[in-house]
């Protein structure tokens, strides 16, 4: 049998576990723009997932991650880490930055909102790349070609 300061802790546990689950956000960072104010365009969209098959990296005799190919071919590889900066996590979505600058916000549909944080050496023109945590999912979502909402970086803050 528990005793009553266990019994209270874990009723403290479990409401702090369920109120994380049912307060987290459906959008990743920052609220949902107005959707009056984005502008709709067709794109080819992809999956990536932090693997070497999807990020173009293996590991060296040494086991540390290098760059595959490229200019930075064996070059030290950062995994998980985007091009500016943060961490890859759902929602982070790879584009051509010069068509979508980094902090542009998507709205995606059968995947959700996302924010452009990221670019790879073939994302180039109508093309974006979506985040999955796992390869699986990456796989199972393909290649599609979607109606993406789109609004510029600092709308909708």
Known sequence: ?????????????????????????????????PPAAARVVTLEATGYC?????????????FT???SGGPLRGRRKEVGV????????????????????????LFVPGYGYGRVE??????????????????AEAVRWGRRRVNVHVWPPGSGE
């Open 1 to 33: 049998m528990l005793r009553a300061a266990q019994r209270a802790g874990l009723a403290v546990a479990l409401a702090l576990c369920a109120a994380g689950c049912a307060t987290a956000p459906a959008v990743r960072r920052g609220r949902e723009p």
């Open 50 to 62: 932090p693997c070497g098959a999807c990020c173009g990296w293996h590991r060296n005799c040494l």
């Open 82 to 105: 985007t091009a500016s900066g943060t961490a890859a996590r759902r929602g982070t979505i790879a584009a051509d930055t010069a068509l979508f600058p980094f902090g542009t916000r």
């Open 65 to 67: 991650p290098v760059y």
């Open 118 to 135: 990221d670019r790879g050496g073939d994302i180039k023109g109508a093309r974006l790349d979506l985040f999955f945590p796992t390869h």
